[in-house]
């Protein structure tokens, strides 16, 4: 079947800890994007890919940083200079449009729960 | 379930009703609009789609109408089924190429 995996679903971290979500697609697709949504708020930009080896700031940037070493692959790594990382971490994947905007095909992974313990 | 439907706002249909979920959106260049639906523990699955172009657009049981004077979205679902209670939420493409997401409606299927 194809589709985009994340994982893990729950993650925990410790105060100062670097955690790495992955996110993993199978579509052949080359634009990818890892998205935070936050409790009554919208979905909001982190990073974005539209080919391997190239990646953008979205609008939340601080505190991420992200690889695009693989077509198939897009880990978002939580850094420590992330002052509020609890979230839910959504990543989707789409034909390249771009720009920051998904395609309509856009395909979203089940999320990661991240909290700090 | 997931936190995402923490406080948004509600509407609560019983089953076979039509349902009608609104979204304000922000920016009147904004040319592409996409409804989203999420359910508890998953990621949004692409529901309909309209250009800036259109004021109505049908698919299978759902319509979207877009009111640009007002810049107002909704989204109707008709004969609202118990697998319909999710959170539904609109994007719009602005013409900086930019996505801006709302924060999304909670729908309860009453059976």
């Known amino acids: 079947d194809g589709g985009i995996t994340q994982s893990p679903k729950y993650l925990f971290r410790k105060e100062g800890q670097n955690v790495t979500l992955s996110c993993e697609q199978n579509l052949n697709h080359d634009a990818m994007y890892w998205y935070r949504q936050d409790p009554g708020q919208g979905l909001r930009l982190i990073y974005y890919s539209q080919i391997v080896n190239d990646f953008q700031k979205g609008d939340i940037a601080e505190g991420y940083s992200v690889s695009r070493e693989k077509k198939e692959s897009f880990p978002l790594t939580v850094t420590s200079a992330q002052k509020n990382p609890t979230a839910f971490y959504l990543c989707?994947?789409?034909?390249?449009?771009?720009?920051?905007?998904?395609?309509?095909?856009?395909?979203f992974g089940q999320g990661t729960r991240l909290t700090v313990v | 379930g997931e936190s995402v439907g923490l406080h948004l706002p509600t509407l609560s249909v019983q089953e076979g009703d039509n349902s009608i979920i609104n979204c304000a959106y922000s920016n009147s260049a904004s040319d592409y609009f996409i409804w989203y639906k999420q359910e508890s523990g998953k990621g949004p699955q692409f529901i309909i789609d309209?250009?800036?172009?259109?004021d109505k657009r049908q698919g299978q049981r759902v319509t979207v109408l877009l009111n640009k004077t007002v810049k107002h979205l909704s989204l109707q679902i008709a004969a609202t089924q118990p697998g319909d209670s999710a959170v539904y939420f609109c994007a719009e493409k602005t013409s900086y190429d930019k996505v801006i997401f709302g924060p999304g409606t909670s729908l309860s299927v009453i059976p």
């Open positions: 989707a994947s789409s034909i390249r449009t771009g720009g920051a905007f998904p395609n309509t095909e856009a395909f």
């Open positions: 309209i250009r800036s172009n259109m």
